[in-house]
């Protein structure tokens, strides 16, 4: 008997993010890669850290002005401003998208807590399921 494996697609992209010192949505270039995509994961790491402390909650978005959530909120205190370059801040579960996501832009919503300075730069991997 012949046993057939249906194969799974996996995607990787990094992008920068630069986090200000007020609430933003970021818009990235960078898009939903396929058909009913599914964010597995966005991993977030310290590139350039702040001035100051403080700390942000992000959360995925896609669509034209990233009104759109793939990901729930993190907590609060998901991204601290002022951790070393090369820290590891935390993973991010996404979840699907619907067909007609495919193409859509990429955005990550950020809510700050605290004094922030600018100059807050993240390396964001993200992993899709195709």
């Known amino acids: ?26 818009l990235l ?6 058909p009913n995509a599914v964010l597995r994961q966005a ?18 978005m896609r669509g034209p002005a990233g009104a759109v959530a793939i990901s729930a909120p993190s907590a609060a205190t998901f991204i601290d401003a002022d951790l ?7 993973q991010l579960d996404g979840g699907p998208t619907d067909g007609a996501a495919e193409g859509d ?8 807590t605290g004094t922030v300075s600018t100059g807050v730069i993240m390396l964001v991997t993200f992993i899709w399921i195709l």
Do not use: E, H, Y
């Not at 590139?47 to 909650?57: L, M, P």
């Not at 070393?84 to 935390?90: E, F, K, L, W, Y």
């Open 1 to 26: 008997m012949r046993k057939s494996v249906t194969g799974t697609v996996i995607t990787q992209n990094t992008v920068t993010l630069a986090i200000g010192d007020v609430d933003q949505t970021n």
């Open 29 to 34: 270039d960078l898009v939903v890669p396929g």
């Open 43 to 60: 991993s977030f790491t310290t590139k350039t850290a702040g001035a100051t402390t403080g700390t942000f909650s992000v959360q995925i």
């Open 84 to 90: 070393v370059t090369g820290t590891i801040q935390g």
């Open 105 to 112: 832009r990429l955005a990550i919503k950020t809510v700050k």
